[in-house]
């Protein structure tokens, strides 16, 4: 497994090692060990979550405002874009936001540190499967979401027209609003 920086120093984007032959292809999609002699970063996952969505769906921005989770996100099938946002008020990089394009031919996968609010749109007409392993339990009553659009994230979602989106994610608040992290 390779490690790669993004944008935002604690966010990593995985690229694990890939055997292919005539019959396919075998790769290691997670190993705790690897993962935190690669990363430094040792947790240990207590929840596995999988999002089917359709095309130009959009869910997030999303975090939990006790238990707050670090995910683990991959693309069983299809392709998205995912992004994820510092909300730590206390950080040097409040407000800033990476984002990147996981697929599942390359089962590349982001490390999303708690602290951060997480989403990923559906791209390429087909639907995608979301897997995502977490650092703590989901409490629905400590969801929030933070707006997809808010003029001061200024995130490029690529997409032509509007998303698809929950009720809870079209009322998603701005950065300025939100309830944050220390």
Known sequence: MRVHPTD????LLLEPTIYEDERGSFCETFNARVFTEKTDVDVAFVQDNASISTANVLRGLHYQTVQAQGKLVRVA???????AVDIRRSSPCF???TALE??????????VPAG???????????DACVCYKTTDYYAPQYERSLRWNDPALAIPWPI??????SPK?????TL????VYP
Request: net charge negative.
């Open 160 to 165: 032509t027209g509007l998303p698809r989106l």
């Open 77 to 83: 099938w299809g392709r998205i874009y995912d992004v």
């Open 102 to 111: 996981l697929d599942a031919k390359s089962n590349r996968q982001l490390w």
């Open 176 to 179: 300025d609003e939100a309830e």
């Open 8 to 11: 935002l120093p604690e966010v």
């Open 116 to 126: 951060f609010a997480h989403g990923f749109l559906v791209l390429g007409g087909e």
């Open 95 to 97: 407000g800033h936001w």
């Open 169 to 173: 994610d079209a009322d998603g608040m």
